[in-house]
């Protein structure tokens, strides 16, 4: 049948047809805005989880960054009781024994700094080389300068069997930084001598290199977990993380306060404190060259 041929509907037929038209559209249009409410609805309730879970991860990152170090901590493996790393001929460090230190055993820091400081375990041992023990911190600009002078010289010493250089980093600066910077750089160079020692020497000379400016936040954690890295050394990541050495800086430079060191560098050789005493206008040069000297 041809739809010229098709019956006509009648008036009511249509405006029944029309009403059934309109009654589908709306049941469709009121499906679809149930639909988009539901989606909307999810879509906040996903976007409230995730607020709630980044605030939760910074409130978890910050507690950890902030939380109180421990008074009491390990020594990594090759790092001495006093917060040093010996360094030997080359690569080599020197080895110690695996001890804890705690703050209770730090003594009362003098009510006013001696003329000259005695450093414990900088004293001249017969028959070994001569010792240089250095009490740096890693974001001081004058432990640079030194570095930069006399590094080249002191590591040719080294490696002739001549002396022996201990660094001993300390958190002194960590105000100069908004992140602690100094006991920062100092823990992760103790995780780098822990896992590999022969990078320590290297990681040092990296850490002066990259020295941030004073008053800025420093290297991140992530970066010197790759400044370690690059250089060749065991993941130092989770030891960073931890701040499994906290403890260990907090102890040193709370005992070379106690000391009566009151900056950074202060240097010794054969136990005798550079720049102060008899040896206040002696360049450091010459006054290395007598220590050496007297051991032949």
Known sequence: MTPANEPRQSKADRTAAAREKAREIREAQLKKEKRNKLLIGWGI?????????????????????????????PTPANGNIHGGVTLLANTDVAKSEPATVRIADVPSAPATPPAEVTAPGAEPEAGKPVKVVLYIDFICPVCKSFETQYNESLTKLRNEGKVTVEYRPLGFLDSRSTTNYSSRAANAAACVVNESPEKYSAFVDELFA??????TAGLSDA??????ADLGAKSIDKCVDDKTYRPYVKHATQEAAAIGVTGTPTVFVEGKQWGKGDSAKTPFEQFLTAAVDAKK
């Open 45 to 73: 309730v996903a976007a409230v989880v995730a607020i709630i879970v980044i605030v939760a991860l910074v409130v978890t990152t910050n507690i950890q960054k902030n939380a109180p170090i421990a008074d009491e901590g």
């Open 210 to 215: 990259k020295q941030p400016a004073e008053g």
């Open 223 to 228: 970066d010197l977990k790759k400044m370690a």
